[in-house]
């Protein structure tokens, strides 16, 4: 069976510690992605990433190394989300900024949803790295 994934990197002008807290704590979270966010950083920990009632999903920490690599596979989610993994993984390019590798495994299909995923995660990267480095809080009912 095939699965589908995305990739996305982009260098973000912080350090590798910033990034970290910025795409693990659930406090900082709700500040680029999220409109509701709870969790623990530490292996096997659940997160709940609550984007409206509609959209309440959680996904466990299966990836976790300080300032280094995030990763979240999801538990429960929609039909094509619920199979698949997200991951932040940081490298220092020099001393103040840090590359930013992002993906988004074993989506089932190459769909619309897929498709829409894909460039909703563009937007939300921009989203974090304008936080990161100018501390702009875009408030979650403009997001897009």
């Not at 069976?1 to 996305?8: F, V």
């Not at 984007?51 to 999801?74: C, L, Q, R, S």
Request: glycine share 4%.
């Amino acid at each position: 069976m095939n699965s589908y994934d995305i990739y996305h990197d982009l260098v973000i002008n912080a350090s590798d510690a910033q990034i970290f807290d910025a795409v693990s704590k659930p406090e900082e979270l709700i500040n680029w992605w999220p409109l509701a966010c709870s969790g623990e950083r530490k292996m096997n920990a659940e997160y709940n990433f609550n984007f409206t009632d509609k959209y309440n999903w959680y996904g466990k920490v299966v990836g976790y190394e300080p300032n280094k690599a995030f990763h979240i596979k999801m538990t429960k989610a929609d039909e094509d989300w619920s199979p698949t993994t997200f991951g932040f993984d940081l490298e220092i390019t020099n001393k103040n900024k840090t590359q930013v590798h992002f993906w988004h495994k074993n989506w089932p299909a190459c769909n619309a949803h897929f498709k829409h995923s894909s460039f909703c995660w563009a937007i939300i990267l921009r989203a974090l790295k304008n936080y990161v480095e100018n501390g702009i809080v875009i408030p979650f009912e403009e997001r897009e």
